[in-house]
C-alpha cells in the first residue's frame, strides 16, 4: 500500500464523529443512535473497500447521504401501506385480505389493554378463543369450533391431535404442496401423523380409501386443491361419499378447504369453489380454513365442526403455540360479524372486489385518464383471486394503461411515492388494475402517478 493511500484512509472521518456531525442529527432523532451508528460503520467500512480499489476519499456530506440511502432503504422494507393496483385480489406478498372498516376499528381498539382473557361480567379469567370460537360455530353452522394463528397450523393442531402415531389417509392427488416448505407430507411427519396415501396423481376412488382402512387408521383427510386444477381424465370422491364411508368405520372425515368460502355462491366468480356451509351439510366431521383468504379477514385458522373433536385440540399442548393474539381476535370478530348479518357482506373489501362491476370499473378508469392527461389511456384487464385460490379463475377488469419509454423505472418510481404504488408491467406499458383499488383513492392514486411521473 503506497504512502498515498494511507493518507487517503486516514482521512476518512470517524464512525464517531460522523454520528455527532450536525448533517445526521436529524437522522439520529428520527432512528435513534444504535442504527445511526451501524448504518456509519458499514458506511466507512464501503468508503475504506473503494479507496483500495482507487477510488477518491469521499466527503462527510457524502457519507451522510449514504448512511441516510441505507436508514430509508431499512424503512422501506417495514410494513407499510400501499395501493394496490395490480388486480390481484388475495396477493400473498400485499398480506393477503384487506381488513374491513370495522375489523380496522376492534384492532385499534385491541392496540392498549383489552379484555382477550377476562370476563368482563364476572371479574375473573376469561377464555382467548371461546367467544371467538362461538361465534365461528355460529356462522358455520357446526356445534363448535376454536381458532389458530393461521389455516397451515390449524390443520397441524387437528393432525397432532387426533392422529399422533396414527394413520391418515389422503389421495395422492391431494398432497398439496402450498409454497415455501409447507408440504403436506412433511406436516404431517412434524405433526406425528403416518401419511397412507391412496389412489394416483390424477384418480381416486372410494374404494381407494375402503381398502387402506384398519386398525390404526385415525382419520380420513380431504385436502381442497386450492392453488392448482387437474384437467383431462382425472376421477375424484366426493365429500359426502367419503363421510359415508368414515361413518361406516367410525373414523372421523377432516376436510381442509384452505380457501375459506363460507356459503354457496350461487353467481359470480365462486359458483365453483367449495364451500364450508356445503362440507358441513355433506357431514363433514371437522373443517379447517383460513381466515385471510375468502373469509376477508386476518390471518387465522379456523377449525369447525363436532365438539369432540374440537375439544382435544383446544386442550392440546401446541394449541398456545399457535393461538391468535389480541388484534388477530379483534379482526376476526369483526370479520366474522359482517358474514352473520349478511350472506354477501360488500362491506368487506375481498367481497367488494370479488363482485366489482366490470362497467363501473371502467367508468373509473376513463376518469382517471382525464385527469392524467396524455400518455394514459383506459383498458380491459383480467384480474385473478390470487392467495393460492381459484387457481385458472379469471375476473374481467378494468384500468389505466401508462404508455413510458421505460416500464420499469416507471413501476420503480411508483413503488418510492408514499403511499407506494404497485403495479403491473405489461406488453411494454405500466397498467394500474382498478378492481383491487377501492374507489375512494382514485383521487389518491392520480396524484401519485402525476408525481412518479414528474
Request: glycine content about 10%; charged content about 25%.
Amino acid at each position: 500500500m503506497t504512502v498515498d493511500r494511507h493518507a487517503q484512509l486516514a482521512a476518512l472521518p470517524q464512525v464517531d464523529a460522523l454520528v455527532r456531525g450536525e448533517g445526521l442529527r436529524p437522522l439520529v432523532a428520527r432512528h435513534g443512535l444504535p442504527p445511526v451508528v451501524a448504518a456509519a460503520r458499514a458506511a466507512v467500512a464501503e468508503a475504506r473497500a473503494a479507496i483500495l480499489e482507487g477510488d477518491a476519499v469521499p466527503t462527510a456530506a457524502q457519507l451522510d447521504e449514504a448512511i441516510r440511502e441505507t436508514l430509508e432503504g431499512r424503512d422501506r422494507r417495514r410494513v407499510a401501506r400501499v395501493i394496490n393496483a395490480t388486480g390481484v385480489i388475495l396477493h400473498t406478498n400485499l398480506g393477503r385480505a384487506p381488513l374491513s372498516a370495522d375489523a380496522r376499528a376492534a384492532v385499534a381498539d385491541a392496540a392498549g389493554y383489552a379484555a382477550v382473557e377476562y370476563d368482563l361480567e364476572t371479574g375473573s379469567r376469561g377464555s382467548r378463543t371461546g367467544p371467538v370460537g362461538d361465534l365461528a360455530a355460529e356462522i358455520c353452522g357446526t356445534p363448535d369450533a376454536t381458532v389458530v394463528n393461521n389455516g397451515a397450523a390449524a390443520l397441524v393442531l387437528v393432525l397432532a391431535a387426533l392422529a399422533s402415531d396414527r394413520e391418515v389417509i389422503v389421495s395422492r392427488g391431494e398432497l398439496v404442496e402450498i409454497g415455501g416448505s409447507y408440504r403436506l407430507p412433511d406436516v404431517m411427519a412434524a405433526a406425528g401423523a403416518r401419511l397412507v396415501e391412496v389412489g394416483t396423481t390424477n384418480r381416486t376412488r372410494l374404494d381407494d380409501y375402503r381398502r387402506a382402512i384398519g386398525e390404526e387408521t385415525a382419520l380420513l383427510l380431504k385436502v381442497h386443491r386450492s392453488n392448482f386444477r387437474m384437467v383431462g381424465f382425472t376421477e375424484d370422491t366426493s365429500i359426502a361419499d367419503l363421510v359415508a364411508l368414515g361413518r361406516e368405520h367410525a373414523v372421523p372425515v377432516v376436510h381442509d378447504l384452505g380457501t375459506g368460502l363460507l356459503k354457496r355462491a350461487d353467481d359470480g366468480p365462486l359458483t365453483d369453489e367449495p364451500s364450508v356451509e356445503a362440507s358441513v351439510a355433506s357431514g363433514s366431521d371437522l373443517v379447517v380454513f383460513s381466515g385471510d383468504k375468502l373469509l376477508g379477514g386476518p390471518q387465522a385458522g379456523i377449525i369447525a365442526g363436532r365438539a369432540d373433536l374440537i375439544e382435544p385440540c383446544r386442550r392440546h399442548p401446541l394449541a398456545r403455540a399457535v393461538r391468535i393474539d389480541k388484534l388477530q381476535r379483534a379482526a376476526l370478530e369483526a370479520t366474522l360479524a359482517a358474514h352473520a348479518r349478511s350472506a354477501r357482506p360488500l362491506e368487506l373489501p375481498t367481497e367488494a372486489m370479488l363482485h366489482a362491476d366490470p362497467a363501473r370499473l371502467e367508468e373509473r378508469a376513463r376518469w382517471m385518464v382525464d385527469e392524467l392527461g396524455d400518455g394514459a389511456r383506459p383498458v380491459p384487464t383480467v384480474a385473478v383471486v390470487g392467495g393460492g385460490s381459484m387457481p385458472g379463475t379469471e375476473l374481467p377488469s378494468h384500468g389505466v394503461a401508462l404508455a413510458t419509454d421505460d416500464a420499469g423505472g416507471l413501476a420503480r418510481a411508483l413503488r418510492d411515492v408514499d403511499p407506494p404504488v404497485i403495479a403491473r408491467v405489461q406488453d411494454g406499458e405500466v397498467v394500474l388494475d382498478l378492481r383491487t383499488v377501492p374507489p375512494s383513492q382514485d383521487g389518491d392514486l392520480v396524484d401519485l402517478v402525476l408525481l412518479a411521473r414528474g
